[in-house]
């Protein structure tokens, strides 16, 4: 049973405990429910979307295995939609506790909730444990980011290299770098790739919504992949695509590549088509795996697939092909065209994370398994979140950045989440539907869905004619 904090006790069933995910996004809902099931895989958590711009669609929720109207691909209830100060309202003391908060956000978000968090317990009590790292290759913005994170329990890194580069960043502004864990991406897994008969049949190219973000650039990239597929008529080439017109993902997409593709000169061959889903489920039947610098390279290289890290366009910071030097994945579609399926090296992956699957003959595995033979690369986090669990009471979050160490920074981060400098929700922050009709919330709903058409509209359609004008 419950003590009077809400805390589970160490001797209370596994069933009882409490999990929240609070995500921003499509990409980071499924990182962050996927996060919670490896550190508690017994235990089905609750889903919350961040209201914003990014707030995924019940079609990419269900892309990434979540059923909105009848909850998740677990069974747990479907995410609700909050606010940051509603989201605070909900892991209150007084309310149904959560024991683990599992925050797959953008760092600004992830400050806010902890500032908010901190202010909740401003004391030493029975909190919940606050959890959060990144989505996927981390190639920008390193110092930004992480420094907006400090103050979770666990700060978990996707790599040893990682988790370097991160404790490196909190020692270097004097921060405590002991939340670092190191993990691995949770969506690492699938079928080892089986090669038929050392040449590529199936080609998946892994689009991304801002890079390369010309369009230019995304158009000769398209015009490649189509051109590769006119090379080689034996071949499939699929363009695995993110979203649909007018829905937003992580990041920005002005130009689409569905749009790009009304437009290609000669059209698409018939060996060349758009395709959505599950990035699982497109690699299952891939031979070659081609990317500007997608998180996808990761879940291929994974597999054991032949992959590819285009340097066509150079390689960039401002692209994130540059994480990928000494992989052995870079390459040009010149040299794909050729027939080269690039060969990762065996210490870069082990550097990153990457524990390959065993060759032919193994056996499947899905996302929440470990490569035979290998520590699971979880067991870290598992057993510090056990640690922490097991107290009686916790510290209140420290986040490095305070009204003292970032003064001119913070209360604009917090203000843009309708929190005051000290962490508190302003005034009307937290609005009550709880006594509304059904009606006015379905209505509500409907409201912010259509704003959110109309800013993507704007994003999409509209901003580029203006800036084709500005040009003239």
Request: hydrophobic content about 40%; overall charge positive; some cysteine.
């Amino acid at each position: 049973m419950r003590n009077s904090f809400g805390r589970v006790p160490a001797s209370s069933s596994r069933g009882d405990r409490r999990i929240a995910v609070l995500a921003d996004s499509d990409t980071r809902w499924k990182w962050g429910a996927l996060t919670a099931r490896r550190l508690a895989p017994d235990h089905l958590p609750t889903g919350y979307l961040l209201r914003g711009r990014a707030t995924p669609t019940a079609r990419q929720l269900g892309e990434v295995g979540v059923r909105t109207a009848a909850g998740t691909a677990d069974g747990a209830p479907g995410p609700t939609e909050v606010t940051c100060a509603e989201f605070l309202a909900e892991i209150a003391p007084g309310r149904d506790r959560h024991d683990v908060v599992v925050l797959a956000l953008v760092g600004g978000a992830v400050q806010a909730v902890l500032h908010g968090a901190r202010a909740l317990w401003p004391d030493p009590a029975a909190r919940p444990v606050f959890v959060t790292g990144y989505v996927g290759v981390v190639y920008e913005k390193l110092a930004d980011g992480l420094l907006l994170r400090h103050g979770a329990d666990l700060v978990l890194a996707n790599s040893r290299h990682d988790a370097g580069r991160f404790r490196a960043v909190y020692e270097g502004v004097g921060a405590d770098p002991d939340a670092v864990t190191e993990t691995a991406l949770p969506f690492l897994g699938g079928a080892p790739h089986v090669p038929d008969t050392g040449r590529a049949r199936t080609v998946v190219f892994a689009v991304q919504p801002s890079v390369p973000e010309s369009r230019a650039d995304r158009a000769y990239l398209l015009a490649r992949a189509a051109g590769h597929a006119r090379r080689h008529p034996d071949r499939q080439v699929s363009v695995k695509l993110r979203s649909r017109p007018g829905e937003h993902t992580t990041h920005l997409e002005e130009h689409p590549y569905q749009r790009l593709a009304d437009r290609l000169p000669g059209g698409m061959p018939a060996n060349c088509r758009l395709v959505y889903g599950n990035m699982g489920e497109v690699l299952d039947g891939a031979d070659l795996l081609v990317t500007v610098s997608s998180t996808a390279a990761l879940e291929s290289l994974h597999r054991g697939i032949p992959t590819a890290v285009l340097t066509d366009l150079g390689i960039r910071e401002a692209l994130g092909n540059h994480h990928f030097l000494g992989s052995g994945c870079l390459a040009s579609w010149d040299q794909l065209d050729e027939g080269l399926l690039p060969r990762a090296d065996p210490a870069w992956l082990a550097d990153q994370g990457v524990a390959p699957i065993a060759g032919p003959g193994a056996a499947a595995r899905n996302a929440d398994t470990a490569p035979p033979g290998s520590a699971d690369p979880f067991d870290a986090a598992r057993a510090r979140l056990a640690d922490l669990l097991g107290k009686a009471q916790l510290p209140p979050v420290a986040p490095y950045y305070t009204p003292v160490t970032a003064p001119g920074y913070l209360p604009g981060i917090l203000a843009r989440h309708h929190l005051a400098p000290g962490g508190t929700p302003l005034p009307g922050a937290v609005r009550r539907d709880a006594g509304r009709s059904p009606a006015r919330r379905w209505l509500r709903a409907q409201l912010r869905e259509a704003a959110r058409g109309a800013y993507r509209h704007g994003v999409q359609r509209v901003a580029p004619v203006i800036r084709r004008l500005g040009e003239l």
